[in-house]
């Protein structure tokens, strides 16, 4: 119980030094102070700096893969797949957003070996949206005519730039923000059979759970 306390204190009291001074701006004697532990406290937990900068990363990609996989295993209308996935992708700028903040701002300084991981674990969050699409397309939910590849990188697109502007204290909750993406996102690939469907209503998550 204590290590992971002292572990998630020295992450937390990173984001809020790397998002004011930079990556580079911080030394580990500054996080070790802030955090009130010691070099062997924080070794203990992180190999070094980069590797502290890694995990920031990989915290909120790692939660965006679980609960699309889970989505994705759940559910059987891609429908019902994807509103899922882009419900708790959008949670994630609320749930995560120094770590977001942080990772947008401090990415570059990834060493190669980190970066490579975190590039395979979005390229799979990436794969898992792309293949509910095509699965969309084939039992046609979707447009027949929609590209895959294209249709995944605008929504990613969409739902990535949220951390710009998204503003915890702002008339939209976090909520409010999902529903309305996943209301555009739909209208946009869902075929017109479906969209006119009386039983359109039926394939969607009620927006409560949200």
């Known amino acids: ?110 060493k190669p070996q980190y970066d490579q991981l975190i590039k395979k674990k979005r390229d799979k969050f990436k794969e898992i949206i792309k293949t509910v699409i095509v699965e969309g397309k084939q039992c046609g939910e979707f447009r027949a005519t929609i590209d895959e590849d294209i249709t995944t990188m605008a929504i990613l697109g969409i739902v990535n730039w949220t951390y710009k502007w998204y503003d915890p204290a702002g008339k939209k909750t976090i909520a409010d923000i999902a529903h309305i993406y996943i209301d555009l996102i739909l209208h946009a690939i869902l075929d017109v059979k479906t969209l006119l469907s009386p039983a359109y209503n039926t394939l969607l998550i009620q927006r409560d759970i949200l």
Do not use: C, W
């Open 1 to 110: 119980m204590f290590i992971s306390s002292l572990r998630s204190k020295i992450v937390d009291v990173s984001l809020v030094l790397f998002e004011k001074y930079g990556f580079h701006g911080v030394t580990v004697n500054q996080i070790i102070r802030e955090a009130g532990t010691s070099k062997g406290g924080f070794y203990h937990h992180f190999t070094s700096k980069d590797e502290l900068l890694y995990v920031i990363h990989d915290t909120f990609i790692t939660y965006v893969i679980e609960k699309a996989t889970k989505a994705r295993d759940i559910y059987k209308s891609p429908t019902k797949k994807l509103q899922a996935i882009l419900t708790d992708f959008v949670k994630v700028f609320d749930l995560y957003k120094p770590h977001i903040t942080v990772f947008y701002q401090e990415n570059i300084y990834l």
